[in-house]
């Protein structure tokens, strides 16, 4: 028997990679007919850094994420999924995704791409889905790039 999810959580961030992870997200969505979660994580160590000499950044971050979740949120309703809700946070990504975002939506499937937008990042402290895979009180799945 295959297992039904209730509510998805997929991140995002505006990479291709979190793009292919929300179409996954959407079909599991409509095949289980569970709530969908599109969540955007401010990494706040930077822009922190940067409003202290800009604060227009912070501005223009959560201004990024709005439009973000609301496009992303757009594909997912048109697609048919019934039940679509976003959130718009600030911290550690790799944190607040399994941690705050899962237990406030009581989440029982986190979705993630497998690489985002900062490689740097990536080389020097790890992925975000793996850490989101080592927090997680759920199950994850890490979708992978066509290539």
Do not use: W
């Not at 399994?98 to 985002?116: C, M, S």
């Amino acid at each position: 028997m295959t297992e039904k999810y209730n509510t998805i959580l997929v991140a995002v961030d505006g990479s291709k990679a979190a793009k292919r992870a929300l179409g996954k997200a959407i079909d599991l969505s409509k095949k289980d007919e569970a709530k969908l979660v599109i969540s955007y994580v401010i990494d706040n160590r930077t822009t922190g850094t940067i409003e202290h000499y800009d604060r227009t950044y912070a501005q223009q971050a959560e201004g990024y994420g709005v439009d973000l979740l609301e496009g992303y949120k757009s594909i997912a309703l048109e697609a048919g999924v019934a039940n679509v809700t976003t959130d718009l946070g600030y911290g550690s990504p790799k944190v607040r995704i399994p941690k705050d975002v899962a237990e406030k939506f009581h989440v029982d499937l986190i979705i993630a791409g497998a690489t985002g937008v900062n490689a740097v990042e990536r080389f020097l402290i790890g992925s975000v889905s793996e850490s989101i895979a080592r927090r997680a009180k759920c199950d994850v799945l890490i979708v992978r790039n066509e290539d």
